[in-house]
C-alpha cells in the first residue's frame, strides 16, 4: 500500500499554468492583501509630510518602471529620463496656461509628446550602442531644459509656471489624500502596463535584444521596431509622470529637472535590481526616502546646527557611497537581497549542508 509523500519544503510548479500565474503561491496571496490594505489605510494614518513622501515615491515608481523597460529589459541605455519627464511637465503646464487646457486633454497631450520625442530619440539606438546611445539620449534633456528655459524667459515666467490643480465635476483636486489615490491608481496601472508588455511577444522580443541583439535579428526579430517601440513606450509614461508631476506640485520650472534626476532614476534601476519590475518599486522608494534618511541622521549629531549648511553636500556624497556599495557588494539590487530572503523561508528548515569531506 502506498503511503502520500510528505509535503517538500519550498514551492515547485507543475505546469505552465503555475508558471505564468501572477500570483503563484498562497504566501504571496497574503502579503499582496495584507500590503494593499496597508496602502489603502496609510493616508488616514500618516502625517502630511509622510503623505508627501508616499506621493513622491509614487510619481517616481512611474518613471522608474518605464526606465526599466527600456534599460532594464530592452537593454537601451537612456539619460535622459529627466528629460522626458520635463517635457511632460512643461507641456501640462503651456498647455493649461494658454488655453486653459483640462486634465483630461493635458494627460493624452502629454502621452503624445513622449509617443513623439520617443520616436526621435529612438532612431539613434538603430545605429548607436553603449556609450554613444547614453550620449545622445542625454542631448534629448538638455533641448528640453533649453526649449522650456526659453518659453519661460519669453513670457515672462522667470521663476516657473504655475498650474493649476485639475478639476473634477466641478471639485478641485486639493486634498493630499485624494492625490495619493490617484497617483496609486496610476502607479498601479504602469506596473500592470508593465506585466502584461513583458508577458507579451514584445517583452519575450525586449529580453532576445538585451540578452544579444545579433542572435535576436537571427532569430527573425525585428530589432529595429521593437527598439523603437521600446523608446516610444517608456517616453511616453514618463511623460505622464511629469504631467502628473506638474499638476501634483502646481508649479514647473527648469530648476526641478537637472541631469541629477536622470542620475537618481538610474540609480532606482541599479540599486533596485536590474531585469525586475520589483526592484524598480523598491528603487524608487530607497532613492526618494534616501536624502530625508541622511538628513535625520545628521540632525543627531552634536554640531548639527554647523553642518545644516552642507546637507545637499552630504546626500550627493552618500548617495554616490551608497551606489558604490551596491555595485560591488550586492550587483543584484535590494530584489537580491528580498529573493534570497524569500527563498531562505521557502526552504526552512530545510537548508543546504555542505557535502561530506568539503571544506565548511
Known amino acids: 500500500m ?3 509523500l510528505p509535503r517538500a519544503s519550498g514551492y515547485f510548479r507543475t505546469d505552465y499554468a503555475d508558471e505564468i500565474a501572477l500570483i503563484q503561491t498562497r504566501g504571496e496571496r497574503v502579503t499582496l492583501i495584507v500590503f494593499a490594505l496597508a496602502l489603502v489605510a496609510l493616508p488616514f494614518m500618516a502625517s502630511p509630510f509622510l503623505l508627501d513622501l508616499a506621493c513622491q515615491v509614487l510619481l517616481a515608481s512611474i518613471g522608474a518602471l518605464s526606465l526599466m ?7 537601451q541605455i537612456s539619460l535622459g529620463h529627466a528629460g522626458l519627464i520635463a517635457a511632460g511637465a512643461f507641456t501640462t503646464g503651456i498647455l493649461s496656461r494658454e488655453i486653459n487646457a483640462p486634465f483630461w486633454v493635458t494627460l493624452p ?3 503624445l509628446t ?6 526621435i530619440f529612438g532612431l539613434p539606438s538603430l545605429r548607436l550602442r553603449g556609450l554613444y546611445l547614453a550620449v545622445s ?4 534633456h538638455f533641448i528640453v531644459i533649453y526649449l522650456g528655459g526659453e518659453y519661460e524667459t519669453k513670457r515672462g515666467f522667470s521663476t516657473g509656471i504655475t498650474v493649476e490643480k485639475p478639476r473634477i465635476a466641478g471639485i478641485a483636486l486639493n486634498d493630499g489624500r485624494i492625490w495619493y489615490f490617484i497617483l496609486l491608481a496610476f502607479a498601479v496601472g504602469s506596473l500592470l ?4 508588455l513583458l508577458r507579451s511577444r514584445s517583452g519575450r522580443a525586449w ?3 538585451h540578452a544579444k541583439e545579433t542572435v535576436a535579428e537571427a532569430l527573425g526579430i525585428g530589432v529595429a521596431a521593437y527598439k523603437l517601440l521600446a523608446f516610444v513606450i517608456s517616453s511616453a509614461m514618463t511623460c505622464v509622470a511629469g504631467c502628473l508631476f506638474a499638476y501634483y506640485r502646481g508649479f514647473v520650472s527648469i530648476e526641478a529637472f537637472d541631469l541629477f534626476l536622470s542620475i537618481q532614476y538610474v540609480a532606482m534601476i541599479i540599486i533596485g535590481g536590474m531585469g525586475s519590475l520589483l526592484g524598480a518599486l523598491l528603487g524608487a522608494a530607497f532613492v526618494t526616502v534616501f536624502p530625508y534618511v541622511i538628513e535625520n541622521l545628521l540632525k543627531l549629531l552634536p554640531n548639527a546646527k554647523s553642518l545644516a549648511g552642507d546637507i545637499f553636500a552630504v546626500n550627493y ?3 554616490g557611497v551608497v551606489m558604490i556599495l551596491f555595485l560591488i557588494l550586492e550587483p543584484l539590487g535590494l530584489v537580491g537581497i528580498w529573493r534570497r530572503m524569500q527563498n531562505y523561508f521557502l526552504l526552512w528548515p530545510f537548508k543546504k549542508k555542505p557535502l561530506a569531506g568539503a571544506r565548511k
Open 2 to 4: 502506498f503511503r502520500p
Open 69 to 75: 523597460l527600456l534599460t532594464g529589459y530592452a537593454g
Open 109 to 111: 497631450a502629454s502621452a
Open 114 to 119: 513622449g509617443i513623439v520625442l520617443g520616436l
Open 137 to 140: 539620449t542625454l542631448a534629448l
Open 193 to 196: 502596463i508593465c506585466i502584461n
Open 207 to 209: 529580453r532576445a535584444i
Open 317 to 319: 556624497a552618500s548617495f
